[in-house]
């Protein structure tokens, strides 16, 4: 029976070792969730060490260069415009965009580089259309990827007569205006670890449009409407929990069919 449980332990080792190794390295990390429909800010009472950039200090237009944020970090290629129907939170101010045809030079990606890591991201995304990408890197490595399609399939699993509220501008100078896209303020919670830069991209003749973009270095809780949640160290838990039951399982089958033997 000793032989028996140290080849079970193996086992069960091995199994958990297979599965940490294989383990995607854009495995989902990322707790995710969605301000009520309107809410274009972070609840920041619940972030430790937040700051936020509404970019209505900045100079409009497109910079190849980018700019600094002070004490954040800094982005590169970026492109800043004023408040129309497609962005600009609380329909005042200016905001953020990626966009090929109004930067006029080509603008598909614009980067935000951290000099501390964070574990939490927000931003209003406006106007979300198909071209939108969203991604979040840690020391070079991709932990997490967003699409407007993702929005969407976000957007639907909210509560009943909720999700079309999301659509549209929310705002009173531009009330309704562009319908067909959603509007919301979304939490990213990294509860494996943190990201050190987050990457915008959008391909094509459309725009990436958001505002308020809020970073933190921790938070107390996962607030909003959450639409995706990730319980920490839960996959490596599970399969660790998995393989040990699988042991047991093995274990005790071996004793039963003894008994067995024995009784005959």
Do not use: C
């Not at 990201?195 to 933190?216: L, M, P, R, W, Y």
């Not at 409407?225 to 920490?232: D, L, W």
């Amino acid at each position: 029976m000793k032989n028996l449980l140290m080849k079970s332990a193996i086992a069960s080792s091995v199994v958990l070792s297979l599965a940490t190794i294989t383990r995607p390295a854009t495995a989902a990390s990322f707790s995710i969730s969605i301000e009520n429909a309107g809410v274009q800010n972070a609840q920041l009472s619940n972030l430790v060490n937040a700051n936020v950039q509404n970019f209505d200090a900045l100079t409009t237009g497109y910079n190849a260069t980018g700019f600094q944020w002070n004490g954040v970090g800094n982005y590169t290629t970026t492109l800043i415009l004023d408040k129309d129907q497609y962005g600009g939170a609380g329909g005042t101010g200016k905001y953020f965009d990626v966009d090929t045809n109004r930067s006029g030079n080509g603008q598909t990606v614009s980067t935000l580089n951290l000099t501390t890591a964070q574990s939490y991201f927000g931003l209003w995304w406006s106007a979300g259309d198909a071209s939108n990408v969203l991604e979040f890197y840690s020391k070079g490595n991709l932990v997490e990827r967003i699409t407007t399609a993702d929005v969407v399939s976000y957007i639907a699993k909210l509560p009943n007569n909720t999700s079309t509220s999301y659509y549209g501008n929310p705002n009173s100078a531009y009330q309704n205006q562009n319908k067909n896209e959603p509007y919301a303020f979304i939490n990213f919670y990294d509860v494996a670890g943190t990201f050190d830069q987050v990457k915008f991209t959008n391909i094509g003749g459309t725009g990436f449009e958001s505002d308020n973009h809020t970073v933190a270095t921790g938070y107390k809780s996962i607030t909003g409407n959450v639409i995706r949640a990730v319980p920490e160290s839960s996959s490596v838990l599970g399969v660790f929990v998995i393989g040990f039951v699988g042991a047991t399982s093995v274990l005790t089958g071996r004793v039963k069919k003894k008994s067995a033997l024995q009784l005959s």
